[in-house]
């Protein structure tokens, strides 16, 4: 057993206001703790939106009622997250923890202009969701050799790192702090690289799933459908050779808790979207520390300490976790503690279980009475 430092995740989805079954303040966080984590932070692509003091007010008596970590919500970057009118930033800036249209990309150049420069007023950052919807074109995987063999409508890999080029001009342009969600090509990593080494603010996250598996993976399941798609052997790769020279700041799990029905419907049908606060820590110990490809060290600061760095969250010293790094278990996702059960991970056999997490000194999770919120 060992002692790390907790986890922090910049990107989660708990779905409420709006999709409560889904997932709820009260299930995703019991699901984060039990993965490690006490702070997560949840995109607002919720219903309403918070986009406002008032629809962000719904979503923050929730948390104050429900959370047992620190749940920092995100408002939106427009208004409604249709892309068109940037939110009042200064109105919101000392009640969410960033910005993000999450789930979308902000498709007008324009409109992204005049919100970055207004964000660059406010000093708050902007965290994108980058997809051009003229690409997609129905596309629902990754556009490679899987998606050709088996007759799917594939996603290219431009639809993501295109918006990334334009993004990163502009935000050198404005000087706007900003973050890039879920990356996962090789181009954007490289694109990114360019940009920190030129001066841009910019920082960026992948997930775990990009970073442990590819398309060659996929199978006519739903549970291996999310957005950004698997990309290629090679995406991967490169991926974790941004993560380990410091171009990939953190990862995050994109946790996106949908309905057993909404997922049920195969690769096509399916909606987009994984769970994944409570297989982050042991598939990346597994597949990647234990492999030789990352050290420890490594991955404790990507999920740790690097995701406060960025948002400028104050360090909590009293925020750690026990982990078991040496008896194999397998993932049974009808163990978990979240209403979500999709992840292609469900079977794998790992190693790094989480034990017990404790949160401002507290226990919230033990996993010898399997009961978080203790």
């Known amino acids: ?13 708990f779905r409420e206001p709006g999709q409560t079954w889904k997932e709820t303040i009260r299930s ?63 109105a919101l800036k000392n009640s969410c923890v960033a910005f993000s249209d999450d789930g979308s990309g902000v ?46 409508k594939g996603i290219c890999s431009e639809s993501e790192w295109g918006q990334i080029a334009r993004d990163l001009e502009l935000a050198a342009e404005t000087g706007c702090r900003y973050h890039v969600c879920h990356i996962s090509t090789k181009e954007s990593v490289e694109l990114i690289r360019q940009a920190k080494a030129s001066g841009v603010k910019v920082s960026c996250e992948t997930a775990p ?60 049908g399916s909606a987009f979207g994984i769970v994944g606060l409570e297989t982050a820590f042991p598939v990346l110990y597994t597949q990647l520390v234990l492999k030789g490809l990352i050290s420890l060290e490594r991955l404790t600061e990507a999920m740790s300490t690097a995701p406060r760095k960025i948002f400028r969250l104050p360090a909590a010293p009293e925020d750690r976790i026990e982990v078991d790094l040496d008896t194999p278990y397998i993932i049974d996702s009808n163990s978990f503690l979240s209403k979500g059960r999709s992840t292609p991970f469900d079977g794998m056999t790992v190693q790094g279980k989480v034990l017990k997490t404790y949160y401002n000194g507290y226990l919230v999770y033990d996993s010898t009475k399997e009961k978080a919120g203790a």
Not at 1 to 13: E, G, R, S
Not at 119 to 130: E, F, G, N, S, W
Not at 135 to 151: R, S
Not at 228 to 238: C, G, V
């Open 209 to 268: 799933h990009y970073l442990t598996l590819c398309d060659s993976d996929l199978r006519e399941d739903g549970r291996w459908k999310m957005n950004p798609p698997l990309r290629s052997a090679e995406d991967r790769e490169a991926l974790i050779e941004g993560l380990k020279d410091g171009t990939i700041d953190v990862i995050a799990t994109d946790h996106a808790p949908h309905s057993t029905e909404e997922k049920a419907k195969g690769l096509q």
């Open 28 to 90: 995703g966080s019991l699901a984060a703790a039990r993965g490690g984590y006490t702070l997560v932070c949840a995109m607002p692509n919720l219903d309403p939106v918070p986009d406002s003091p008032e629809t962000l007010a719904i979503e923050q008596a929730a948390i104050n009622k429900n959370a047992i970590i620190t749940v920092l919500p995100y408002c939106s970057i427009t208004k409604g997250r249709k892309g068109k009118e940037p939110v009042d930033f200064e």
């Open 1 to 13: 057993m060992v002692t790390l430092p907790a986890f922090a995740d910049l990107h989660v989805h």
């Open 107 to 152: 498709q007008d150049q324009h409109k992204m202009r005049e919100a970055m420069r207004a964000a660059a007023a406010a000093d708050v950052t902007l965290a994108a969701h980058c997809e051009d919807n003229t690409l997609l074109k129905g596309g629902y995987i990754h556009d490679g050799q899987y998606c050709k063999a088996h007759g799917h």
